[in-house]
């Protein structure tokens, strides 16, 4: 019955390789945070824009009472 040949790696191979590993990690972890800034920056655009949407619906809703129109 044939036996599974396990290969095992020089520990310098090893070695490279996690280093290569921990430097994507990092990366990952840098597209991560700027996700998540962008996310916040863009909920707070989004707030903004509500404000601005709930102020003009006030206005429009003032000139239809008041008979201004544009």
């Known amino acids: 019955m044939p036996?599974?040949?396990i290969h095992i790696k020089p520990i310098d191979v090893v070695r490279d390789d996690l280093e290569k590993a921990t430097i994507e990690i990092g990366s990952l972890i840098q597209?991560?945070?700027l996700?998540?800034?962008t996310i916040e920056d863009m909920k707070r655009d989004?707030?903004?824009i509500n404000?601005?949407?709930k102020?003009?619906?006030s206005i429009?809703?003032?000139n239809l009472s008041t008979g201004?129109?544009?």
Do not use: N, V, Y
């Open 35 to 37: 996700m998540k800034l």
């Open 46 to 48: 989004m707030k903004k």
């Open 3 to 5: 036996r599974d040949i």
């Open 60 to 62: 429009e809703k003032d």
């Open 31 to 33: 597209d991560i945070k």
């Open 51 to 53: 404000i601005k949407l």
């Open 68 to 70: 201004w129109f544009w």
């Open 55 to 57: 102020a003009k619906e």
